[in-house]
């Protein structure tokens, strides 16, 4: 078995679609990567299956076995206590309201010792310290996807608060807004997140509104709207994805900017499922709607599309054990 400090590490990234592992070198390098479907029922232990499973066969692809790790390292989302590797109230993951040990599980699973942070904090250091953040010493992550996540980095370093910083899908821009999945009103993840919009896109086409998006997603054999079938539907000028779209990238302005008034950051990084497959393009127009709002205009913040793309969350995760 190699040295701790040269053996590859195992990243997982738990996302309300996919489970994506990695086996990452200490310096950054992915060696064996696989991808599974997230589950839509059951609970926090089928979850945990289908992410102990994906990191076998990333390590399978790596040609290592999964106990001669350094370590695994885990973004999960909901709110989540490194200190016992407990994940709770993930809501956009099946039956996951309560609490889940799921450290515990995956390192009697595995084999290996298992750290476990926020999703999109891990995912937001990766592009700190390997990506698009690189240049920056304060940066905001914003991951748009299933929900809208965040990461803070002041002064080179993460910051927790006392667990659960950075939840910027859940700033409020909307006074007795929208219903949100985290159960209150008026989040910006109640207009931007991909499940609400898909809860809202359901409403709108069982009221008869045309929209093309169910059937490219039949057509394409999933039963969700993953952010390729909105791409998809916004290149065909699908008027409800369109719409839905542009509602999300003014509450994203609106939440950004907000943000960056009380933290004054150098720079703002969008990733997330939706965010990277839309690209440049809509990275420009959320910076466009920031500006509005911002109270220091003429020095906004700069705005780029994460680099590390599928592999940021897992590369983020396996950094954990820098720490």
């Known amino acids: 078995m190699p040295p701790a400090d040269t053996a590859p590490r195992g990243g997982i990234d738990l996302g309300g679609t996919k489970v994506q592992a990695a086996i990452v070198t200490p310096n950054g390098e992915v060696i064996g990567d696989a991808r599974r479907a997230t589950p839509t029922s059951g609970g926090p232990e089928d979850v945990a299956r289908e992410m102990a499973a994906a990191l076998a066969e990333a390590a399978d692809a790596a040609a290592v076995k999964t106990d001669s790790l350094a370590g695994i390292g885990v973004g999960s989302p909901g709110e989540v206590d490194e200190a016992t590797g407990e994940v709770s109230g993930a809501r956009n993951l099946p039956g996951w309201d309560g609490s889940f040990a799921l450290s515990a599980w995956l390192s009697d699973a595995l084999g290996a010792p298992v750290r476990i942070g926020n999703d999109v904090d891990v995912a937001t250091n990766a592009e700190f310290k390997l990506g698009a953040g690189r240049p920056y010493r304060s940066l905001l992550g914003v991951f748009w996807g299933t929900g809208v996540g ?38 910006m993840e109640a207009y931007a997140g991909r499940a609400a919009m898909e809860a809202k896109a359901r409403r709108e086409d069982a009221d008869g509104v045309k929209t093309d998006l169910f059937k490219i997603m039949k057509k394409r054999g999933h039963d969700r709207l993953t952010s390729s079938i909105w791409e998809r539907a916004l290149n065909q000028s699908d008027a409800l994805a369109t719409r839905l779209i542009d509602r999300a990238v003014k509450a994203l302005g609106a939440g950004i900017a907000s943000a960056v008034n009380l933290l004054d950051v150098e720079a703002v990084i969008i990733g997330g499922g939706i965010g990277v497959r839309l690209g440049e393009p809509y990275a420009e127009r959320i910076e466009k709607r920031m500006h509005k709002h911002l109270f220091v205009d003429e020095r906004p913040p700069a705005v780029h599309v994460a680099e590390l793309g599928d592999f940021g969350g897992a590369m983020g995760a396996s950094l954990l054990f820098d720490d």
């Open 150 to 187: 965040g990461g803070v980095i002041l002064d080179g370093e993460r910051w927790l608060g006392r667990g659960a910083a950075g939840e910027i899908g859940h700033m409020v821009v909307v006074i007795g807004g929208a219903h949100c999945p985290c159960g209150r009103r008026g989040c």
